[in-house]
Every structure is written in structure tokens, then in C-alpha cells.
């Protein structure tokens, strides 16, 4: 199943110039824009304990998420990427092992984190972090399982600093 979804999203790379470029801004580039959009999330709020409270608690789930879980299983299970086991040359190279996906693990951290605390905002950076997932595929240098496997990292990382600091949350001032 893997590898029919991976052949009919990477089906369209090769196509046009426009969209392999359009396809390396989303699964490269784009990357830098959620974050700033993470960090001006954070930057936003205007209680300072606050802020720095959401400011650890997404950092931490990052942390946690593509930092050692993510590079754990990396450790322990290497899987090649697409273009090494289907012998093709990708629209960018990337050279570590596919899973799960560093991309989606963080990313996802941080809109796991975000949705918590703000739904609106959550989803925004839930459908971007899946646009930069598929630009990955798109390009052939991640299989749809990594993409989902960076999600589920990033979604345990989350439950767990939910877990352990969701309590040191500042009360609201009256």
C-alpha cells in the first residue's frame, strides 16, 4: 500500500518544471514559514508566563519528538528512501535513513502543540505540516509510511509532555 500511494503522488513529479519546483518549495522551504508562523504563535500571546510556558511546552514536544524519539527509531530501524530502492534521482538528495520522517515528526510536534492551546491556529498548522508531508513524497525522498510515522512520533511526544507539565500551566490572572 505503501508503494501505490508513493507511485501515484510521486507519479506527477517529472512532469513540469513549475510544479517540481513548486513541489521543492512545500517539501523544502516551506518548512521555514511553519515555523516562523510557530514562533509568532508563541510571540503572540500576551501574558509572558504564558508565553513561556506554550514557548516550552512546544519546544519540549519537538524536542522530544524529532530530537530522541524520531532519531531512537532511526537507531534501531533503517529503512531506505524511495529513490534508493526504486532507482530514481530525486528532486533534492537527502542521504539518512526515510523512518519515520524528521520533517513530519517535528512539524507535527508543533502543530499538536499549537492545536492545544489554539484549535484555529492547530488546524492551519496541522494542513500545512500534511501540504510539506506530501511535498515529500511528491519529490521522492519519503514513502507515505515515514510521512505517517513522523505524525504518530509527534503525537506521542505530544501526550507525553501533556502528561508531564500540562499542571504547571500559569493560572489566569484575575
Do not use: C
Amino acid at each position: 500500500m505503501d508503494l501505490a500511494i508513493f507511485k501515484i503522488i510521486h507519479s506527477l513529479a517529472g512532469q513540469s518544471a513549475l510544479l517540481d519546483n513548486i513541489g521543492i518549495f512545500f517539501a523544502n522551504y516551506f518548512t521555514y514559514l511553519i515555523v516562523a508562523a510557530g514562533i509568532f504563535f508563541v510571540l503572540k500571546r500576551k501574558d509572558n508566563r504564558e508565553k513561556t510556558f506554550v514557548f516550552i511546552w512546544t519546544a519540549l514536544t519537538m524536542i522530544v519528538s524529532r530530537g530522541l524519539f524520531t532519531e531512537i527509531i532511526r537507531f534501531l530501524y533503517v529503512r531506505q528512501r524511495p529513490f534508493e530502492v526504486l532507482g530514481f534521482t530525486p528532486l533534492f538528495d537527502k542521504f539518512e535513513t526515510a523512518f519515520p520522517s524528521g520533517h513530519a515528526a517535528f512539524l507535527f510536534a508543533l502543530a499538536f502543540s499549537v492545536f492545544y492551546f489554539n484549535r484555529k491556529w492547530g488546524w492551519w498548522l496541522l494542513g500545512v505540516s500534511l501540504l510539506n508531508g506530501l511535498a515529500r513524497v511528491f519529490v521522492g525522498i519519503h514513502w507515505p509510511g515515514d510521512i505517517l510515522g513522523g505524525i504518530i512520533v509527534a503525537f506521542i511526544a505530544f501526550l507525553i509532555v501533556k502528561y508531564l507539565i500540562k499542571n504547571y500551566r500559569p493560572k489566569e490572572k484575575t
